[in-house]
């Protein structure tokens, strides 16, 4: 019976997969709008118009015909991030810094001469990491972690992962890149996620998901998070709230970063984000929602 | 909004529950002897004789060989014999058909073919004849190792048998034909007594006593009394034997006649000369569709694609479920050893997939000259997997190892092999089919269930344990 009373209560806080597709995804965001979280320029677009900050775009190359036209740009950039427009988890996103010799080198060391970089552009273009074929490379400012998130660990570009149900946000994480994700931001790749106390904006504890356990510090530079408060949350927490008042879709998990020089900055839109989030802040979608109702 | 759900609700009901008069009314009227349930099934062989005659082309030639007779053990169906253009004589000769070719020798070998089902079947030895006596001792148990001590030694040990026996005063006869369920079938001999004017058979080889069992086909007899002589075996003929499970034709003959039932199928498909196979994977994809959404929406098992394991399991019915799995795997480990230098380089999808299928089907040619080399009859099956399922596996472990990374694309691989497993198990199943051939409302109800999953909106069993850290008392 105890079993089955776990079951229970576990079915009445949390939302698994079935419940998100349905319940969420399908009751709350329309398909004729999901393009919005799916094309990475579509969104962008909306960002600006509404003056929320999002990272500088420098071009979006469509065809192939006008990518040496368009590259043009970058000979006066010397820290670029190129990406699909339509890819998901992370592939195809190179980031780029300038060195002396008129070369590119990857934060891990690899080297890109122009041509290298246009050979990743025409892969974008050709939907190698979006399986479409019409996918656009979009060429954009390459965000800088704020010390804040630095002091934690050196590697990777860490980001907040925010729910918003109906334009109320609902669970918020960051995620952390360890030695393990190979500086990723990847959950699933082994970086860390930690909880988000919205109101607060304090850490909590972390979770591993690779390895299935709770951790108060970070696996690498074991610096202590728990309990520390976020700078300028309540920053991150509004540019949060403007961008789900912006999209015509009410169930979304957001991709802030935090950057060094403009603070903090939406990468993303996810229409159809997952559920790990409830493992790493230890709380179901359901008890948010529920407690919500019960409190208004 | 509301009125929507009710309607559904109402269409799940009625779906659910429709086929459950019909069957209550079937179960009643029907009046099957249950008890025959156990032997729903038969083997059909397909046997082909080829002869490979090393004549040259339009030199005279001369084959003889025996056919056997349908009769009410062993049943005879598509029967066709290729000539070639040779003239065929047909005679009766003892209880099966002598087959006479002549004529000048064309182009391409000559063969025959054709469809056997026997019965397996016991007979009765009345207790009052003494044949117990013969054996030395009464007791039935004690025979097979009278036999061994006695005639096993030596080749042909059934016609000695005869022999002995019809010295006591026994009319004896031999048998001349095959056992088809050996690996490779030889010219089998085996004995019948007359016995209140039955002929009741013996085979010492195999041990059977007053016994035949359903793989046993007779050509002819050869009467020793009457110095007949033993048929000889053309020295180019070549047997190839398939074995193919099959719904009892009894069983069939006997619901034909019923009410309301899909049973009447297997004739259609019969006379249109579609395999049987074909009925039973289009009888139970939708049960096994259904399956294999409850393995995702409410266990939780991921597999590539959501309909791979199901086309799986459809090619693991010609190559038997462990060589199927065996070669599933082999290709998955291919693709993935090719797949990783490629994924360095950093090719497109397309191409990338290109060449990976390129190495499959080199894999394939490896596969079929290994067999044909060493004669391993069931790596010929293998050589069937379908490409179509070849192509998607490799597409989709491609997708996952690309975008999550090799170990996941392993764990999905096994997982894919699990699910095809339990279907496989469906699709091979002879009974179930029978019970969707007699019952097909039950399909209705099937219809229902994926109606209720498609609202089902619960925590999947593996995201229980996913989940389980949340339920833990915090603090």
């Not at chain 1, 904006?201 to 976020?230: N, R, W």
């Not at chain 2, 002598?98 to 089902?117: A, D, E, L, P, T």
């Amino acid at each position: 019976m105890k079993l089955l009373d776990r079951i229970i209560e576990l079915q009445s806080r949390v939302v698994g997969m079935n419940e998100r597709n349905y319940s969420l995804v399908m009751r709350h965001n329309p398909k004729k709008n999901f393009y919005l979280a799916n094309d990475k320029t579509a969104c962008k677009a909306i960002l600006e118009t509404k003056g929320i900050p999002t990272p500088k775009t420098y071009c979006v190359v469509e065809h192939m015909g006008e990518m040496i036209e368009k590259l043009k740009v970058i000979n006066d950039l010397n820290e670029i991030v190129i990406k699909p427009a339509m890819g998901h988890g992370g592939a195809g996103i190179l980031l780029l810094k300038r060195l002396e010799n008129n070369e590119w080198h990857t934060p891990s060391g690899t080297l890109y001469t122009n041509e290298q970089i246009k050979m990743h552009i025409a892969n974008i273009l050709f939907g190698r990491f979006s399986r479409k074929l019409n996918d656009k490379a979009i060429i954009e400012y390459l965000l800088k972690p704020h010390s804040f998130f630095s002091n934690i660990y050196h590697r990777g570009v860490p980001d907040f992962r925010i729910i918003l149900l109906n334009k109320q946000p609902v669970l918020a994480m960051l995620r952390m890149p360890t030695e393990l994700s190979d500086g990723k931001a990847n959950l699933h790749a082994g970086a860390i996620g930690l909880g988000v106390d919205l109101k607060t904006g304090l850490l909590q504890a972390g979770y591993c998901q690779v390895t299935d356990k709770m951790v108060s510090k970070h696996p690498d530079s074991l610096v202590h998070f728990e309990g520390v408060k976020i700078p300028d949350w309540e920053k991150t927490y509004q540019i949060a709230l403007d961008t789900a008042n912006s999209f015509p879709l009410n169930y979304l998990g957001i991709d802030i970063v935090f950057d060094e020089k403009f603070g903090p900055m939406v990468i993303e839109i996810n229409g159809r984000p997952g559920m790990q989030i409830q493992n790493v802040t230890a709380t179901g979608i359901k008890e948010v929602i529920n407690n919500r109702i019960i409190n208004n | 909004m509301k009125s929507k759900v009710n309607i559904l609700n109402v269409l799940i009901y009625v779906l659910l529950f429709l086929p459950l008069p019909f069957i209550v009314w079937k179960l009643a009227t029907y009046d099957i002897n249950w008890s025959r349930a156990r032997s729903v099934s038969c083997t059909q062989y397909d046997v082909k004789y080829t002869f490979k005659v090393q004549e040259k082309l339009s030199k005279p030639v001369h084959i003889e060989f025996i056919l056997p007779e349908a009769n009410k053990r062993q049943s005879i169906i598509s029967e066709n014999v290729d000539s070639k253009g040779l003239n065929i004589e047909i005679s009766k000769f003892r209880e099966g058909r002598r087959i006479v070719m002549s004529g000048m020798k064309q182009v391409g070998n000559i063969s025959c073919r054709f469809k056997f089902i026997g019965k397996s079947q016991i007979y009765k030895i009345p207790s009052e004849l003494k044949v117990g006596d013969l054996l030395h001792n009464g007791d039935m148990r004690n025979f097979n190792i009278f036999l061994k001590d006695h005639f096993l030694n030596s080749s042909k040990s059934s016609l000695k048998f005869i022999k002995h026996i019809s010295k006591d005063g026994f009319k004896t006869r031999s048998i001349v034909g095959y056992d088809l369920n050996s690996e490779n079938p030889k010219q089998l001999f085996w004995g019948e007594i007359l016995i209140n004017k039955t002929w009741m058979p013996f085979c010492v080889e195999k041990g059977y006593f007053a016994e035949i069992p359903s793989s046993f086909l007779k050509l002819c007899y050869v009467d020793m009394d009457k110095q007949d002589e033993i048929p000889q075996i053309p020295v180019d003929l070549e047997i190839k034997i398939e074995k193919e499970k099959l719904l009892h034709p009894d069983i069939i003959h006997e619901l034909e006649n019923k009410p309301m039932n899909w049973v009447f199928f297997n004739r259609l498909f019969e006379e249109q000369n579609l395999p049987a196979k074909i009925l039973r994977i289009i009888l139970l994809t939708p049960l096994v569709a259904m399956i294999i959404s409850i393995f995702r929406n409410a266990i939780g098992l991921n597999t590539f694609g959501l309909f791979l394991p199901m086309l799986l399991a459809m090619s693991f019915l010609t190559t038997g479920f462990f060589a199927g799995a065996a070669m599933f795997l082999m290709i998955i480990g291919l693709i993935s050893i090719v797949h990783y230098p490629l994924e360095k380089f950093e090719l497109l999808n397309l191409p990338k997939l290109a060449i990976v299928l390129t190495f499959v089907e080199l894999l394939f040619l490896t596969i079929v000259v290994v067999g044909a080399k060493f004669n391993l009859e069931f790596i010929i099956h293998i050589s069937m997997f379908p490409v179509v399922i070849i192509t998607f596996a490799s597409e989709r472990f491609s997708k996952v190892a690309t975008e999550k990374n090799y170990k996941a694309a392993f764990i999905l691989t096994f997982k894919t092999l699990f699910v095809a497993g339990a279907t496989f198990l469906i699709y091979n199943s002879l009974v179930i089919e029978l019970i969707f051939q007699i019952f097909p409302e039950l399909i209705l109800s099937i219809i229902g269930v994926n109606l209720i999953l498609g609202k089902w909106i619960g925590l999947r069993f593996t995201e229980l344990l996913r989940f389980k850290t949340l339920t833990l008392p915090t603090e």
